[in-house]
């Protein structure tokens, strides 16, 4: 623990990613909080990652939506809430149940998540309630439900540090999921004979440290696990009692897989000799984890990729028993939430299912409520196609930014143009959706907002409040019950706050029984107050009778029914690479980003790894592009404009680019306008991770940027990038088409100066302007016609957070150069703010001696394998 936190520091959980760490926050009671990781959390024991580190830094109000607004213009929570029923009604008056929707997210707690979903359900009578979960893990659900009959993750953290084999799959675990790879790095380290190994089309920081990478070709992953069931059979590896007493369908499964294996390798485009080793390491371990994430379920064949790892567990009887499983990591902090209150279409709250009669009639009989739906409703990809199509009358979406998170990004933002009447519910003024909102209801951001949220291991955590709601700010579930009232349904929704939410949810979870469930916390339907705020880290099932199982599906106990393995034959991914689209773009996550930025993007250390969005292309895709153009990465889907990087660690033909910018940042390189909607058709989960690309540069007349002290709008110029530097000052990258003389004049009209420094050849295309305050420097702006001439901007920030100039300054000011002429040089660890120069100049030859040289890689660790990869480098 931080030996400088006070002793009433307020225990809570990190709200960004799915391993839901502990956090420890001292509120400095002028709006700020110390944050350190809580040593007593079981998901963490102290540590956090950069983000989680930087949560601190997040607090400020600046851009934060604070009161209800009615078509633009500011209105009471009364007026606000009496127009969002009208709404609705109105809606329902027109179209029925199936002419409303909500649209949610994984960012909500269990608490709101449980409101949203009964008000849509048992008031709306709609089951059209999607969340952002179906573009994360709804693959991993179908999955779950199709092999265990329920969406379970069998395992626990526990079983990543006591397998002998952990095999990452379409995960990038050290940069999304960091304190769970660091926990398994020192795993490792303790046990060397831990093994680990890769799945992933790119070298990324998880195989730093691994034993096998396996660069398979994008949207594979049948193929190399029908490879290997067919493979466990050929070596008699079958758990002949497991699958007699427990399982059905493994001769499907296995003829299917029959019929694929023999073309693995050419599926693949793996060496032989590669998925023979492979193969041998899986065969060969008892003790062997499977872990995926994104990169599995975001496919068009996601649910069957999750199947056929499933299946190598179930067939061998490899479940269920410490150091052994599978195992699906969220993405968000509360995705498992969400499921477990059914907030999706497909789902019923308390994983009781549509299918089962009996369980539709006892929820209808707990809630009193008499519109419970019959049957699923519309996914998300379908519910902005009906919006499109005007089947949409009324849609509230909260939490979540789907006009930068769907795919066909410019039909989903035209669909929400269009929208009869849209509610927003948000913490950030500058969403992208909430732009075309007609309500927009300010909600509670973290630290503000007390609930739980449930982690990818079944640990249910308490989020607790240490700052005061601001403004006109309220709870999302207290704006639901507000509408409930307002359409008629008040009694059912009279909950006096979080805890009175949490004990009927405990309670949902008891319906129905036996029906044998193995999500089940009636156990704690009958917490008081006191005990709900109290509640210590709480890992499912916490039944009101019987034993409390720690992992599921283990032959000694814990199985609910037969288990399922499944035929999965290959299907490629939906649209494949031709002549006019040759590349393939795969999309993702950077290690200090979270989703849209909202937050993440206010953090100068956060942002100072990638300041700009990228386009990452292996080298020889990339032969006669100059470096650092900006690029026009275009799909069948539509087209965004990045800068150019080169990775060789990606497979020839891949490219990648991240999910994270929005139009508060960068309104040209939103990726989400070049993915095709394409959808699984198990999960209904979009294809994000695959679509043919071609890549062209970007022209324009200039290339420059603008450092000022303060935000300026992401529309200055047709390429615009915003990123925040230390000390107040904000960069924004540009690139235009009108004359540089007339773009020069523009910017300068925007910023504050008493004096200019000025450095003008229209000839060569050069401008330079340095705006001067009080003998200060107050800002800057260059332009060149390539990135390559344009002055440093790290140098020129760090020269605006100074008092004064010093006279070889000024000098440098106007020769665009910095007097000593060094290099720039990249942050590598953002806890410590150490740069890939620093690193190189500190001596160590590893990341131990890099650690107590320069501190680099000793806070979160996250960038521990980027400091082996930079001395690797430097020692080759
Ligand atoms: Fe938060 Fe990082 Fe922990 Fe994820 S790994 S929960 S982002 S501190």
């Not at 002998?164 to 926990?183: E, I, K, M, T, Y």
């Not at 399982?247 to 032989?272: F, N, Q």
């Not at 959706?433 to 079944?458: D, I, M, Q, Y």
């Not at 700009?612 to 080298?619: A, D």
Request: glycine share 10%; hydrophobic share 45%.
């Amino acid at each position: 623990m931080d030996g400088s936190l006070p002793p009433r520091a307020v225990r809570t959980t990190c709200p960004y990613c799915g391993v839901g760490c502990g956090v420890l926050v001292r509120p400095d009671g002028a709006g700020g909080a110390t944050v350190a990781g809580d040593p007593d959390h079981p998901a963490n024991g102290g540590h956090l990652c950069s983000k989680g580190a930087a949560l601190g830094e997040t607090l400020s109000l600046a851009d934060r939506l604070l009161h209800p607004e009615v078509k633009g213009r500011r209105a009471s929570w009364e007026a606000a809430l009496d127009a969002v029923a009208e709404g609705f009604r109105r809606a329902l008056d027109r179209l029925g149940p199936e002419g409303v929707a909500l649209y949610v997210s994984g960012q909500l707690l269990t608490e709101d998540y449980y409101a949203t979903n009964k008000f849509a359900k048992g008031v709306l009578g709609t089951a059209n309630i999607d969340s952002n979960s179906r573009l994360c893990m709804a693959s991993a659900v179908a999955a779950h439900t199709r092999a265990f009959g329920e969406d379970v993750v069998p395992g626990t953290y526990e079983d990543l540090e006591a397998c002998d084999l952990l095999v990452l799959v379409g995960s990038n675990l050290a940069w999304c999921h960091p304190v769970l790879f660091q926990r398994v790095m020192a795993a490792k380290t303790a046990r060397p004979g831990l093994r680990i190994a890769v799945v992933d089309p790119r070298r990324t920081a998880s195989c730093e440290g691994a034993d096998l990478h396996l660069p398979l070709a994008p949207g594979s992953d049948v193929a190399l696990f029908a490879a290997l069931l067919a493979e466990l059979e050929r070596r008699g590896l079958g758990d002949a009692r497991f699958l007699a007493a427990h399982t059905e369908g493994a001769e499907t499964a296995l003829a299917a897989a029959r019929r694929t294996a023999p073309k693995a390798a050419r599926l693949t485009g793996l060496d032989p000799a590669l998925l023979d080793a492979f193969l041998d390491a899986w065969c060969g371990t008892e003790r062997v984890v499977t872990l995926w994430s994104q990169g599995v379920n975001q496919s068009s064949a996601g649910t069957d990729k999750a199947s056929a790892i499933l299946n190598c567990h179930l067939f061998t009887g490899r479940i269920g028993r410490p150091g052994m499983g599978p195992f699906s990591v969220t993405g968000q902090p509360n995705a498992m939430g969400g499921r477990e209150v059914g907030a999706l279409a497909t789902m019923l709250a308390g994983h009781l299912r549509f299918e089962a009669p009996e369980e539709v009639a006892a929820l209808r009989a707990f809630w009193r409520l008499p519109r419970l739906p019959a049957g699923p409703g519309l996914k998300a990809v379908e519910m902005f196609r009906a919006l499109a199509d005007g089947r949409i009358g009324a849609l509230w979406v909260m939490a979540t930014n789907p006009a930068l998170s769907l795919p066909e990004g410019e039909a989903v933002r035209a669909a929400l143009a269009a929208a009869p009447f849209l509610v927003v519910s948000e913490t950030s003024a500058r969403s992208d959706t909430a732009a075309f909102a007609h309500v927009r209801l300010p909600a509670l951001a973290w630290g503000e907002k007390e609930g739980t949220a449930t982690n990818s291991e079944r640990v249910i955590s308490r989020q607790r409040a240490f700052l005061p709601a601001p403004g006109a700010a309220r709870p999302d579930w207290w704006a639901v019950a507000e509408v409930a009232r307002r359409l008629g349904h008040g009694e059912a929704f009279t909950w006096a706050g979080p805890a009175a939410i949490f004990r009927e949810h405990a309670a949902v979870t008891g319906l129905a029984r036996p029906a044998a469930r193995a999500f089940d916390i009636s156990g704690l339907a009958a917490l008081s107050d006191a005990e709900y705020d109290a509640l210590a880290p709480t890992r499912w099932p916490v039944p009101a009778r019987g034993p409390r199982a720690t992992r599921f599906f283990a032959a000694s106990g814990a199985l609910s029914g037969r288990l399922r393995l499944v035929p999965t034959p290959f299907r490629p991914p939906a649209l494949a690479p031709d002549r006019r689209f040759p590349l393939r773009l795969l999309t993702g996550r950077l290690r200090d980003q979270w989703h849209t930025m909202t937050r993440t993007g206010a953090v100068p250390r956060l942002m100072a790894q990638h300041p700009e969005p990228r386009l990452w292309l292996h080298p020889d895709d990339a032969e006669g592009l100059a470096p650092e153009i900006l690029v026009r990465a275009e799909t069948p889907a539509g087209s965004a404009v990045f800068r150019l990087g080169r990775d060789p660690g990606l497979l020839p033909g891949a490219a990648f680019a991240p999910m994270h910018w929005s139009a508060a940042f960068a309104p040209a390189a939103r990726v989400n306008s070049t993915l095709v909607a394409a959808t699984d058709p198990a999960s209904g989960q979009p294809e994000l991770k695959h679509v043919p690309l071609r890549v062209r540069p970007f022209v324009a007349a200039w290339h420059g940027f603008l450092l000022a002290p303060r935000r300026l709008p992401a529309d200055l110029a047709p390429w615009c990038a915003v990123a925040p530097l230390a000390g107040g000052v904000w960069r924004h990258e540009l690139a235009g088409e009108e004359v540089p003389e007339a773009a020069f004049a523009r910017l300068r009209a925007l910023l504050p100066a008493e004096e200019w420094a000025l450095f003008e050849d229209p000839a060569a295309g050069l401008f330079r302007a340095a705006a001067l305050a009080g003998g200060a420097l107050c800002g800057a702006i260059a332009l060149a016609p390539a990135p390559a001439l344009l002055p440093p901007r790290d140098w020129l920030g760090a020269l605006m957070t100074a008092n004064a100039l010093a006279p070889e300054d000024r000098a440098a000011l106007l020769a665009g150069r910095r007097p000593e002429a060094l290099p720039p040089s990249p942050l590598v660890c953002a806890c410590h703010g150490v740069s890939a120069g620093a690193i190189r100049a500190c001596g160590a030859s590893d990341v131990e001696g890099v650690g107590q040289a320069t501190r680099a890689g000793t806070g979160c660790g996250a960038c521990r394998p980027e400091i082996a990869a930079l001395l690797a480098r430097e020692e080759a």
